[in-house]
């Protein structure tokens, strides 16, 4: 089959599977929408592959996707080592690692197919391989639909995370009218209108001429069905059970449904509505499948879902899954077997660390089981409440649970009803209601504490010691966890003792005790050791926590790299933002502020982002904007305050405090300074790590006229700023790598550290303290003050760059990512940056209301 305008395509492909095998593995991202020839460019260079090995995958289109199911392909059509460890639902990383062994071992080309429909498990693997790729004899092709890759979309993430040395784009376009006119001619068809009615896509190109534009109706779902109404009934019913099958149907399955006869397939195929792959039958392309799928009327689609779940049900477990068959009992109806099976498929998935496939099979059963015993729906609810959790969706989490308890209480099962009321302590927390959550952590200890003690009381032992922890409070954190530590060990619960050591070790740490930071280390050992998944990932956050705050970045970002790896390896969304958010404050604090505010623009666009990850990312994001004297500063600052009071916890509180007051001090409103710290008023600040805090509020109210002493133990730092050794004072910031607080500190130096304070202030864009500087400077009568920001930075109210300009200009045409990055000649991934940068900016969290925000700014689009 000739492609049309794709040879540029090819060849470049081909060039990168020959380096590929030579030992310099890379990963290609072909890119473009439904029909516009990703798999035909794809099967092309199968065909010119020569002696290179083939592994294809692909993603199904399934209610809830099969975890791994490109793998799962693979092993079956190829004899391949990895196969027996899928078969024993192996874990993910001793998986992962034989994959990749055995790529090493041969040169190959590995293609996942529609990699937008990937579960969490798959995308790990992408992930995995993708940063593993080099000296790899392996060419990773990943398929997707790029107009179904939203900002938000798991896929988006996984490509800015791959190596940019090792992976490549190929945006397929769409065809030109002169390749639409050079396929008409080749069918003998006029091409007149042609390109007009199919904007280039070649599958509408060839539906198309292949049935004739004249009187034809325009949609492809006409077109497939006018095709499909040209078939005998026996051929009629082989398309129609083929599908609702996603992806293809196997031959046995189709012999074990409907047995047709060979003339009806090949009526199929001669009719090009289907093509033969090997052992199974495919639509040439899924948008056919859909439009025959949604033509069954609903009894006819329950019927054939029925039959295929039947033959399933009976078929060796190697030719099925219980993804695929969850997806059939739903769409037939079929109560049972969806409460059968959607449970034990989404234990699979937590097995295998796919924990949104997890909750969607949970939440499948639980449609189904209105008319279940209450025990039954509570059993369900707890499951589905902690698949939530772990993947940050603590809403569904608190609703979930809080039905539970209310089931468990009904039920008179006090022990369930102290854990469901534990579960709740926790939620309540991570959705930022620190005084709702005590009060939940102290019922259920009540509760528990009447019946036998079991771990369900060590836990919420474990649970109130965290809550003080939290809270700074590090005698009473101690004390009630080591009762959890001792219950635990009595138990011979590993778990809790790895719950209860995180707690210990951290509110040591907290207090300054570093022999808190073995204990912490332990919990982290543990955890891993034992595959704690939720207790490691807390691990990781506090370690990283404590080197966040006390401005130890290096083995801060190395901690909180490894977390989020960890994290992301196994859905466990909540810690991997929790970790993100704090890396962004990391940034900040290290003057990368367009990273940090990148970052934090990308957590904020997050779906069911957690409060307390909310507050973190709002926080960094109003300091950057604070600090550049970028508009809208504080309505961003009013949210986190907002959600930062019902903490109760300087942790979260104080940091957009001092934000808030340093905003205040910059547009010379110091009464407005002191009237913001006031909000601190009762909150404890005793730690080391509060210690920080309350010297930055202190060094903004001095900054502000008001007469302020520093707090006891402060930081090194600021004791020497307030002693008057700025000199001294810029050297500790200096080291620690805070190059906004080292220019602080030089500016109230003679005048030659001034202009030193001044250039830092002027590369890092604090352009309101910068200002305000250098006004002082040459009021003092200082020579070579420096101009200031650029007129071109200057021209936008919301300090845009010029390429920023650009790209939200464009971004106004229209234009998609992909189509600015090959307008610009520009990356896609750069592009990503770009418009996460000027969506933070701008304060905006969708295109519309960047289009809205540009024109209120006086940026039009270039047409």
Same mark, same amino acid.
């Given at each position: 089959m000739h492609l049309f305008e794709r040879d540029s395509l090819l060849d470049a492909l081909e060039r990168l599977l020959r380096e590929a095998a030579g030992g310099s593995g890379r990963a290609v991202l072909v890119g473009g929408e439904a029909g516009i020839g990703k798999t035909s460019l794809a099967t092309a260079l199968r065909d010119r592959r020569g002696a290179t090995a083939l592994w294809w995958g692909a993603c199904d289109a399934l209610q809830t996707p099969h975890p791994l199911a490109p793998l799962h392909d693979i092993a079956r059509a190829n004899a391949v080592r990895f196969g027996p460890l899928l078969a024993q639902d192996a874990g993910r990383a001793r998986l992962f690692e034989a994959v990749l062994a055995e790529l090493q071992a041969t040169p190959t080309l590995f293609v996942v197919e529609d990699a937008h429909w990937a579960d969490e498990a798959t995308l790990d693997l992408l992930r995995f391989l993708g940063r593993r790729l080099d000296g790899v004899p392996c060419l990773l092709l990943v398929t997707y639909r790029d107009d179904e890759v939203t900002a938000q979309h798991p896929l988006r993430r996984l490509m800015g995370e791959?190596?940019?040395?090792?992976?490549?784009?190929?945006?397929?376009?769409?065809?030109?009218?002169?390749?639409?006119?050079?396929?008409?001619?080749?069918?003998?068809?006029?091409?007149?209108?042609?390109?007009?009615?199919?904007?280039?896509?070649?599958?509408?190109?060839?539906?198309?001429?292949?049935?004739?534009?004249?009187?034809?109706?325009?949609?492809?779902?006409?077109?497939?069905?006018?095709?499909?109404?040209?078939?005998?009934?026996?051929?009629?019913?082989?398309?129609?059970?083929?599908?609702?099958?996603?992806?293809?149907?196997?031959?046995?399955?189709?012999?074990?449904?409907?047995?047709?006869?060979?003339?009806?397939?090949?009526?199929?195929?001669?009719?090009?509505?289907?093509?033969?792959?090997?052992?199974?039958?495919?639509?040439?392309?899924? *948008?056919? $499948?859909?439009?025959? +799928?949604?033509? !069954?009327? @609903?009894?006819?689609?329950?019927? /054939?879902? #029925?039959?295929?779940? &039947?033959?399933?049900?009976?078929?060796?477990?190697?030719?099925?899954?219980?993804?695929w068959r969850v997806h059939h009992a739903e769409r037939a109806h079929d109560r049972d077997a969806v409460l059968r099976l959607a449970p034990e498929a989404a234990l699979e998935a937590r097995r295998r660390g796919a924990h949104r496939e997890a909750a969607a099979?949970?939440?499948?059963?639980?449609?189904?089981?209105?008319?279940?015993?209450?025990?039954?729906?509570?059993?369900? *609810?707890? $499951?589905?409440?902690? +698949?939530?959790? !772990?993947? @940050?969706?603590?809403?569904?989490? /608190?609703? #979930?649970?809080?039905? &539970?308890?209310?089931?468990?209480?009904?039920?008179?099962?006090?022990?369930?009803?102290?854990?469901?009321?534990?579960?709740?302590?926790?939620?309540?927390?991570?959705?930022?209601?620190?005084?709702?959550?005590?009060?939940?952590?102290d019922e259920a200890i009540a509760v528990l504490e009447a019946l036998p003690p079991g771990r369900e009381l060590a836990m919420a032992y474990s649970n109130r010691a965290q809550l003080h922890m939290l809270q700074g409070e590090t005698a009473d954190a101690v004390a009630i966890g080591t009762r959890a530590l001792e219950l635990a060990t009595q138990l011979g619960d590993r778990e809790i003792q790895a719950h209860a050591l995180n707690n210990i070790g951290t509110a040591r740490l907290d207090a300054g005790d570093e022999a808190g930071r073995a204990q912490l280390e332990r919990s982290l050992a543990l955890s891993l050791e034992h595959d704690f998944e939720e207790h490691a990932a807390r691990a990781y956050v506090n370690l990283a926590f404590d080197a966040v705050m006390l401005m130890r970045f290096a083995p801060a970002h190395e901690l909180m790299e490894q977390g989020i790896a960890y994290c992301d390896a196994r859905d466990l969304d909540a810690w991997a933002r929790y970790l993100a958010a704090y890396q962004a404050s990391a940034w900040f604090a290290a003057g990368q502020w367009d990273r940090a505010a990148e970052q934090a623009g990308r957590l904020l666009q997050a779906p069911a982002l957690a409060t307390i990850n909310r507050i973190v990312a709002l926080t960094v994001l109003g300091q950057v904007r604070v600090r550049r004297g970028d508009p809208d500063a504080l309505r961003v600052l009013d949210e986190a305050l907002e959600l930062a009071l019902p903490t109760r916890s300087l942790l979260r509180v104080g940091p957009v405090v001092a934000a808030r007051a340093e905003a205040a001090r910059l547009r010379g409103d110091h009464a407005a300074c002191a009237g913001e710290v006031a909000v601190l008023a009762g909150l404890r600040a005793q730690s080391q790590y509060r210690r920080w805090i309350m010297a930055?509020?202190?060094?903004?109210?001095?900054?502000?006229?008001?007469?302020?002493?520093?707090?006891?133990?402060?930081?090194?730092?600021?004791?020497?700023?307030?002693?008057?050794?700025?000199?001294?004072?810029?050297?500790?910031?200096?080291?620690?790598?805070?190059?906004?607080?080292?220019?602080?500190?030089?500016?109230?130096?003679?005048?030659?550290?001034?202009?030193?304070?001044?250039?830092?202030?002027?590369?890092?864009?604090?352009?309101?303290?910068?200002?305000?500087?250098?006004?002082?400077?040459?009021?003092?009568?200082v020579r070579g003050v420096p101009r200031g920001q650029r007129a071109s930075t200057q021209a936008n109210p919301h300090a845009l760059t010029e390429r920023e300009v650009e790209v939200l200009r464009l971004l106004c045409d229209g234009l998609r990512n992909a189509q600015i990055a090959a307008r610009l000649s520009r990356s896609v991934r750069t592009v990503d940056h770009h418009v996460a940068a000027i969506f933070a900016k701008l304060g905006v969290s969708s295109r519309t209301e960047a289009m809205a925000a540009a024109v209120a700014a006086g940026i039009h689009p270039q047409k």
């Open positions: 791959l190596p940019a040395s090792r992976v490549a784009r190929v945006q397929v376009p769409s065809l030109s009218p002169d390749a639409v006119a050079a396929m008409a001619r080749s069918a003998l068809r006029s091409p007149e209108g042609l390109h007009a009615l199919t904007r280039g896509n070649p599958f509408f190109v060839s539906e198309l001429l292949q049935h004739g534009t004249a009187g034809v109706p325009q949609g492809v779902q006409d077109l497939v069905l006018a095709r499909l109404a040209r078939l005998d009934p026996q051929a009629q019913q082989v398309a129609q059970l083929a599908s609702i099958v996603p992806r293809r149907i196997d031959d046995w399955l189709m012999q074990a449904v409907l047995a047709p006869p060979l003339e009806a397939i090949e009526a199929c195929l001669d009719a090009g509505l289907l093509v033969a792959q090997r052992d199974a039958l495919a639509f040439r392309h899924e *948008l056919a $499948r859909v439009a025959v +799928e949604k033509s !069954l009327s @609903d009894v006819r689609a329950q019927r /054939l879902h #029925a039959q295929v779940l &039947a033959a399933l049900e009976h078929a060796e477990p190697s030719r099925t899954s219980l993804a099979h949970l939440r499948t059963a639980l449609d189904h089981a209105t008319q279940e015993p209450d025990r039954v729906r509570a059993e369900l *609810l707890d $499951r589905l409440s902690y +698949e939530s959790y !772990l993947t @940050d969706r603590i809403g569904d989490a /608190l609703a #979930a649970r809080t039905a &539970a308890r209310a089931l468990w209480q009904h039920l008179g099962d006090r022990l369930k009803e102290g854990d469901a009321i534990r579960w709740l302590s926790r939620l309540s927390w991570y959705d930022g209601r620190t005084a709702i959550a005590e009060t939940h952590a930055e509020v202190a060094y903004q109210l001095r900054c502000a006229g008001i007469a302020t002493p520093l707090p006891d133990e402060s930081p090194a730092p600021y004791a020497l700023q307030f002693a008057g050794q700025w000199h001294e004072a810029a050297a500790a910031w200096r080291a620690l790598g805070c190059p906004y607080e080292e220019a602080r500190a030089l500016a109230e130096g003679d005048a030659q550290a001034r202009l030193a304070a001044v250039a830092i202030f002027e590369r890092l864009g604090a352009n309101p303290i910068a200002a305000s500087l250098r006004r002082d400077l040459r009021d003092a009568g």
